[in-house]
């Protein structure tokens, strides 16, 4: 009887952690397809794990006193609480799908990462209403959308752009990722960092 109690105990388990996963997986689809087709901006799409660390190394190697740094579009925050883990900085980690906002302010939770904060809110809204001064911005965004930053030059001291270039900016440093690419509208752009100093 018992064992049976027990197997019965572990399908429950399993088949909430099946409806669980489904139930993730529609939010995600529909955002998905939300951003593709309303919002007309890069879905979310995971930053490779290699550029987050040289995104680190680079923060911690040549901005070591950065007070503030903000992520624009940071997606589930994994690289926004990369960073706060390895900084005494205040990050501010913003994204405008609401899914995404939502599972990212919940591993925010679940991590005890304090000096990380999710804001769900358009970035570029944000920028313009907000009186913080950023030492560097984080963005892997899009061919499209990346240019849009050089508007917030007076709130924004350093760039740290993930494959996308602003485009009529020289940026300071280019680091090779050396492998990889992300592939945008049949275009692909080779994983590598453009660090611009304003
Ligand atoms: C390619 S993903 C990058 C996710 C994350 N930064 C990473 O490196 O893993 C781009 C993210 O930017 C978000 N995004 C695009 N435009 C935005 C905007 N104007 N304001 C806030 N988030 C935005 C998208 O919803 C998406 O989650």
């Not at 996963?21 to 995971?46: D, N, S, T, W």
């Not at 995404?100 to 358009?122: E, G, P, Q, R, Y």
């Not at 499209?144 to 508007?151: M, S, Y």
């Amino acid at each position: 009887m018992i064992i049976f109690n027990i197997m019965f105990f572990v399908i429950y388990i399993l088949l909430a952690f099946v409806v669980i996963g489904y139930i993730f997986l529609m939010f995600k689809f529909f955002e998905y397809f939300y951003c593709a087709c309303v919002r007309h901006q890069p879905p979310f799409v995971a930053s490779p794990d290699l550029s987050r660390k040289l995104v680190v190394s680079e923060i911690i190697k040549n901005y070591p006193n950065a007070k503030n740094i903000c992520e624009i579009g940071s997606g589930f925050g994994g690289l926004a609480r990369a960073v706060a883990r390895n900084t005494n900085a205040n990050v501010y980690a913003l994204e405008n799908m609401p899914f995404s906002a939502f599972v990212s302010k919940l591993f925010d939770k679940i991590s005890f990462c304090k000096n990380n904060k999710t804001i769900w809110c358009d970035a570029f809204e944000f920028l313009d209403n907000t009186d913080i001064k950023f030492d560097v911005a984080i963005a892997f965004l899009g061919p499209k959308l990346t240019p849009c930053i050089q508007k917030y030059t007076d709130k924004i001291k350093v760039l740290i752009s993930l494959d996308f270039e602003i485009g009529c900016i020289k940026p300071t440093r280019i680091i090779e990722i050396g492998h990889g690419a992300t592939i945008y509208q049949n275009i692909e752009y080779p994983h590598r960092l453009f660090v611009y100093e304003f």
